[in-house]
């Protein structure tokens, strides 16, 4: 090759057209790279905001169930007062006089809203309630778990 072959063969390897259509190695995977990292922060975000979303609709259902609820068939009554946003429940149960709440919590599991109440005072050692909430009928309907006899009663509470 004589010299002035070799100058236009070096200029033509390292002609601007040459360089741009030709990327460095790695440089293909970092651009991917970086639209994945994007992807996965506006997914993420997405989610925060779904999540806020769901949080809001499941206070504004556990709100619902504030108030007195009477079992008609003994005319016990659990006094609902307030619903906190992590889940506890400050209730009251009567027979009709007090009787001592150990814990009560709320759930939104699926699309039920469900209330567990657990007494424990005198007569009432560790007695529940796992109730589910029905927004067709008002009511609150589930199982009464009497731990005295060991023995499970399908009951329901009407909003009084």
Request: with cysteine; charged share 25%; aromatic share 10%.
């Amino acid at each position: 090759m004589n010299d002035l072959n070799f100058m236009n063969h070096e200029r033509h390897k390292n002609s601007p057209t040459e360089t741009t259509n030709r990327q460095k190695p790695g440089t293909r995977r970092l651009k991917l790279l970086a639209v994945l990292i994007g992807l996965i922060v506006v997914i993420a975000a997405a989610a925060g905001v779904l999540s806020q979303r769901v949080g809001r609709q499941a206070r504004a259902d556990y709100t619902k169930l504030i108030g007195n609820w009477i079992r008609p068939d003994g005319g016990y009554i659990i006094s609902i007062r307030d619903i906190n946003s992590d889940g506890r429940v400050q209730a009251e149960y009567y027979n009709p006089n007090p009787i001592n709440v150990a814990q009560a919590k709320i759930a939104f599991k699926g699309n039920k809203v469900k209330l567990f109440l657990e007494l424990r005072d005198a007569g009432y050692p560790g007695c529940t309630y796992d109730l589910t909430y029905d927004q067709q009928t008002d009511r609150l309907s589930g199982i009464y778990y009497q731990a005295a006899i060991n023995q499970k009663f399908d009951i329901v509470f009407l909003r009084r």
